[in-house]
């Protein structure tokens, strides 16, 4: 016999009986015609033949009525197939609604999982892999001109180097030199967009194509050519009245009458912001190489891999340090992906969330499985009546696995409403602090992907065991009660739990790390009081200010109306707020100290008015502050803050040294102030330098006033009328108070926190819920035992310690595992934090703290149901 | 066999059927000897087509079939008349009729004139 697949035995066994049955009433048939002609009197012979004759064709007979049974039992089938599909799912339902409480626990865990990963995976996919608004945004990379290695200190470079950098290369297509500014146009009321001088490279590298008008011109570039613009269409809308209107526009930008020749699309926002562009205008080759105030975009040229172009640019930078040794000896260019500028910093902490949404996603799974694991258990006598009633193994089957598709159907429903509403939320938190086209989506593939894993596992972990169940004997089952089952599977769910709990450690324990190293951000001393101080900035643009002189008075005369304003207490100007991004570094020199070449110390400087620190409250040490005495014609003063001066006077007697900032010769220190936080929260003090906007006028300012009352704001259309009062033509922009732009240093952190601290919070509620599931399971099984203890004099405090004691020991397992973990990954995740320590004891603490009541708290209520245990019913139960 | 006996007609075959079960349950011979009774032996079913006939009818439910005891004590298949057979009894009886007496009708018409 050949050999037949087991579903085709079922097939033949079908058909078989049809074929029997229509064999038997055909033989019925003839038998009876036989005995009619015999009973007429006929031989017997004589009699089959001529039966055989009436019939005619007995095989034909036969193999049309089979054909006509298979057909119909084959369509029967199918409706019966429908049928019981439909019982099976109304049963589920039926059965579902009955295990409410553990069925709305284990779907939620599912959604959460689901909509926890989904969302984290579709915030990390965007930032990571969205491809930049340009054609060609794979081949672009930035170079930085990095000191002494430290690539996060330095960002900009110079022009020469810019020049030597572009003669002497060999990967790139090109290089552009972007420098980042903003312009005032001045219409009916001046205006103020942000925008960069370019050189007429860029556009081309980025692979932008012009709207309207034309790109500029590589004759641009050059200092006698007529003054151009290219602005994008947003600009080009609100303020010409259209794209073909703004082309060919002449508009006065800070008192130059620029033509503009171009409109690009709004995406092109680079640097990221920018709404106008000006050529940069090729500067003397010979201009000081260490005055670094440009950023760089390059294309790679085709072939050119990331490392070749990084060996490249250093082999040019060592030549340049041995050529130019007193500028750039220790500077060498770095090539980055462009795209590093924008995700860079929130790398590693989408790293750590994705990390984190794995752990969650992972918790959810086991969770479902071990409720999965408990229902399939707590029905074993179920199945194993319903077996011995005759259900076929099949049907029961099926069932179970209906069962666990309607679930995991319900929770990916919900799951994937969660990843909207995730996706939603993160989109809404990051909008502002991500370039615009960087919107935020749901990933399909994330969205499938955990769909598909958390299912399985739902529906796997419901069958698997119902598998087992079909298996057993049902008379076994029966005859054994509940206690014959599940040790195997008691100890498997165990293990979930303790999984469950570990994990939620790991995670407690990261969002500690998370939420202290926000808190200590918060709580960071500024050195200064940011409460009640307006800043806003000016520029001075225009001719008329090529003077000195005018930038000086321009800034004293607006100093002198701001604090005449009614509430406010002190104005003053710096050239960078605190906390507003990095500053100005000047290479600088100590007198009677030398320092071999190269090796210049590098200070952060600030121009300011003499106001400046009682505007912020920063604490003035020594000596005395700046007035309006230290004016142009007077001896160069400078004031130096605490860190300065204890690392080069730390006997304490700076005041009255002298130093060289490279602006205006020696100056002598007349005091010293206490350190602020200049560029951002996380640095630590380093020397800081003041010195008088009089004595080296900067064409921009930073205002900070100091207000009194709540709402420092409310100064800004005083400030504007002053102003205005002025000149005309100058614009106030960029007005923020002090606190908001603290607020906004922080804000991307506490995201961080805060998502940390959502995923933590899901984590424990899904291990609650596991240790919840587990131990009903448990105290659901004992019932006959509890029973027993308590008719014979078992306390009811005996009893519930006796379920307690489990819980803890899952916990202590679980937790002695996820501590561990968590020392780890907070090691890890101490990296990318700021200010806290892997090793810190409370960490670990809080995480034990909380695992402990959860663990705790899940226990209480099947605690309570075995103390309430009647020991007659129980006993009788059984 | 007293006379040549005459071929049953296809779909014929199926009324006749319907007419014999809706006595009562009767197996696929008493099925046919009904059909020779009362037709006195003038249409002669062909056997073999009985029962694939049987078969479809049941399968379109208008006969159902359940296994019995013979009258001989040997296990037979039985059919009866369901509601549904019932109805298409009466329909395709009327339809019959109708077709036989326009058959009638138009033998019995008298040379048309040209």
């Known amino acids: 016999m050949k050999n037949t697949p087991a579903w085709r035995r079922y097939v033949t066994f079908w058909q078989s009986n049809i074929a029997e049955d229509v064999d038997d009433e055909l033989q019925f048939h003839l038998e009876m015609r036989v005995n009619e002609y015999i009973a007429r009197g006929m031989a017997p012979a004589d009699a089959r033949r001529l039966a055989e004759q009436r019939f005619g064709s007995v095989d034909r007979a036969r193999t049309a009525c089979v054909d006509i049974n298979e057909q119909h039992a084959k369509s029967e089938g199918r409706a019966e197939l429908l049928a019981t599909l439909r019982q099976d799912v109304g049963f589920a339902t039926r059965l579902l609604r009955r295990q409410l409480v553990q069925s709305i626990v284990a779907a939620i865990c599912l959604a959460l999982g689901i909509g926890a990963t989904t969302t984290m995976f579709s915030v990390a996919n965007t930032l990571l892999l969205r491809p930049l608004p340009f054609p060609n945004g794979d081949r672009l990379v930035t170079i930085l001109s990095v000191r002494n290695g430290d690539r996060a200190g330095g960002l900009v470079g110079s022009y020469p180097d810019f020049m030597d950098w572009r003669a002497r290369q060999h990967s790139f297509v090109d290089i552009a030199a972007v420098r980042q500014t903003s312009y005032t146009l001045i219409q009916e009321t001046p205006s103020r967009i942000s925008g960069a001088a370019v050189s007429t490279s860029l556009f081309r590298l980025l692979g932008v194509h012009p709207v309207a008008g034309r790109l500029f011109r590589d004759d641009e570039e050059l200092p006698d050519t007529p003054p151009t613009m290219i602005v994008s269409q947003r600009v080009a809308e609100a303020r010409f009245g259209g794209t073909a209107k703004a082309v060919g526009a002449q508009i006065n930008v800070g008192g130059t009458v620029r033509t503009i020749v171009g409109v690009v699309p709004d995406v092109v926002a680079f640097p990221q912001g920018s709404d106008a562009w000006t050529p940069l205008v090729r500067a003397d080759p010979n201009r000081s190489r260490g005055s670094r105030n440009l950023e760089f975009v390059a294309q790679l040229r085709p072939g050119a891999s990331l490392e070749a172009a990084r060996r490249d640019m250093r082999s040019i930078s060592d030549a340049l340090a041995k050529e130019y040794n007193d500028s750039n000896s220790d500077i060498v260019a770095y090539v980055e992906p462009l795209r590093e500028r924008y995700v860079g910093s929130a790398r590693a902490g989408l790293f750590a969330m994705a990390a984190a949404s794995i752990l969650v996603l992972l918790v959810a799974c086991t969770n479902v499985a071990g409720l999965q694991l408990a229902r399939a258990s707590a029905r074993a006598r179920e199945i194993a009546v319903r077996t011995a009633l005759g259900a076929a193994r099949g049907r029961v089957l099926r069932q179970l696995l209906t069962e666990s598709v309607l679930l995991s159907v319900v929770g990916g429903v919900l799951g994937i409403g969660l990843a909207v509403a995730g996706g939603k939320t993160v989109a809404t938190a990051v909008a502002g602090s991500v370039p615009n086209w960087m919107t935020f989506s749901l990933d399909p593939r994330a969205l499938v992907f955990t769909l598909a894993v958390s299912m399985l596992v739902g529906i796997a972990f419901g069958v698997a065991p119902a598998l087992h169940l079909s298996r057993l004997q049902p008379s076994d089952v029966l005859r054994g009660g509940r206690s014959a089952f599940g040790a195997s599977r008691g100890r498997l769910q165990n293990s979930f739990v303790v999984v469950q709990i570990a994990l939620s450690v790991i995670l407690v324990i990261g969002a500690t790390l998370a939420i202290e190293s926000v808190v200590r951000l918060q709580n960071v001393p500024l050195g200064l009081d940011p409460h009640g101080v307006m800043t806003f900035r000016i520029s001075l643009q225009g001719r008329r200010y090529d003077s000195s002189s005018e930038r000086v008075a321009a800034i004293r005369e607006l100093d002198r109306r701001v604090a005449a304003i009614p509430g406010v207490e002190v104005s003053a100007a710096t050239t960078y707020a605190p906390i507003a991004g990095c500053c100005s570094q000047f290479g600088t020199q100590i007198e009677g100290r030398t320092v071999p070449p190269g090796k210049e110390l590098m200070v952060t400087g600030n121009l300011v008015t003499p106001g400046i620190f009682r505007a912020l409250r920063i604490p003035l040490l020594r000596g005395r502050e700046f007035t309006d005495a230290d004016g142009p014609n007077a001896p160069q003063v400078v004031i130096i803050n605490e860190t300065f001066a204890k690392t080069f006077w730390p006997a304490g007697d700076a005041v009255g040294h002298r130093i060289d900032t490279g602006g205006g010769g020696m100056a002598t220190i007349i005091g010293i102030v206490g350190d602020i936080k200049q560029a951002r929260l996380v640095d630590p003090p380093e020397p800081q330098f003041y010195r008088a906007h009089a004595q080296d006028p900067w064409d921009r300012m930073t205002y900070t006033v100091r207000v009194k009352g709540d709402n420092p704001e409310r100064i800004i259309p005083d400030v504007r009328r002053a102003l205005h009062e002025i000149d005309p033509t100058l614009a106030v922009y960029g007005s923020v108070t002090l606190d908001r732009m603290i607020e906004q240093a922080v804000s991307s952190k506490r995201l961080f926190g805060g998502l940390f601290v959502a995923l933590a919070t899901v984590a424990l509620f899904l291990a609650a819920a596991g240790v919840y599931a587990v131990m009903s399971f448990y105290v659901g099984q004992r019932i006959p035992e509890i029973g027993l203890r308590v008719a014979l004099g078992a306390e009811r405090r005996r009893v519930i310690a006796l379920v307690l004691r489990r819980s803890v020991g899952l916990a202590i397992v679980g937790g002695i595992l996820g501590l561990t973990g968590g020392a780890v990954a907070a090691r890890v995740l101490a990296h990318s934090l700021y200010g806290v320590d892997a090793a810190e004891p409370v960490i670990y603490a809080v995480a034990a703290f909380a695992l402990a009541s959860v663990a705790v708290l899940a226990t209480l209520a099947p605690a309570r149901r075995a103390s309430a245990v009647d020991p007659m019913v129980a006993l009788r139960a059984e | ?114």
């Open chain 2, 1 to 114: 066999m007293s006379e040549p006996s005459i071929e049953v007609l296809r779909g014929t075959l199926d009324l006749l059927i319907l007419k014999a079960v809706s006595w009562g349950p009767t197996h696929g011979y008493g099925v046919a000897r009904w059909i020779e009774g009362a037709t006195n032996d003038v249409l002669q079913i062909e056997e073999g087509s009985l029962y694939p006939a049987l078969h479809r009818l049941e399968v379109r439910g208008w006969i159902a079939s359940e296994w019995g005891t013979s009258e001989n004590n040997r296990r037979a298949k039985f059919y009866t008349l369901t509601p549904k057979g019932r109805a298409q009894l009466r329909l395709e009886a009327a339809t019959w009729t109708r077709f036989a007496h326009a058959v009638f009708a138009a033998l019995e018409a008298p040379p048309q004139p040209t």
